[in-house]
């Protein structure tokens, strides 16, 4: 084996590696983006199940003031809370009486959007989860 040889099998191993080594990084940071992103979720899931839990009439309607929870990996996060009335079928007039137009008639249902960002209003979006509430389920 020459010289010349024994450095062009080096350079392919040093090639080799270097893609292993990338493989390696960019999982890493895949597996970080989907921790804190599972954390996100299980915020909003958390608020979203106490309002399950709440009476139909003490749900929030409106843009909520922003809160900022801190995760069990000790990240904070920013999270608000959007009730809005709307209609399972047809369109929402808020009246009085408040109802909706449509066929077959339906009533007024509340539904609630909690937003998760990564710490700030203007970070990146991590995750967003909806319900709706109709008054006959208290």
């Given amino acids: 084996m020459t010289l010349v040889e024994l450095l062009i099998a080096m350079f392919i191993m040093a090639v080799g590696i270097a893609a292993l080594i990338a ?3 960019s999982g ?8 804190v ?6 915020l909003a899931d958390k608020q979203m199940e106490l309002y399950r839990q709440a009476a ?4 929030p309607v409106g843009l909520q003031s922003a809160t900022t929870p801190s995760g069990p990996d000790g990240r904070t996060y ?5 009730g809005v009335w709307t209609c ?3 369109t929402y007039s808020a009246g009085p009486p408040a109802g909706c137009s449509g066929t077959p008639a339906s009533r007024p249902i509340k539904l609630e959007t909690i937003t998760v960002r ?3 209003a203007t970070a990146r979006l ?3 989860e909806s319900a709706s509430f109709d008054s006959s389920t208290d």
Wanted: proline share 0%; aromatic share 12%; charged share 5%.
């Fill in 23 to 25: 493989g390696y990084s």
């Fill in 28 to 35: 890493i940071l895949s597996i970080n983006r989907a921790h």
């Fill in 37 to 42: 992103a599972s954390t996100a979720a299980a």
């Fill in 56 to 59: 139909f009439t003490t749900l």
């Fill in 78 to 82: 920013w999270m608000q809370v959007n």
């Fill in 88 to 90: 399972a079928i047809g």
């Fill in 118 to 120: 990564d710490g700030s």
């Fill in 126 to 128: 991590l995750f967003t």
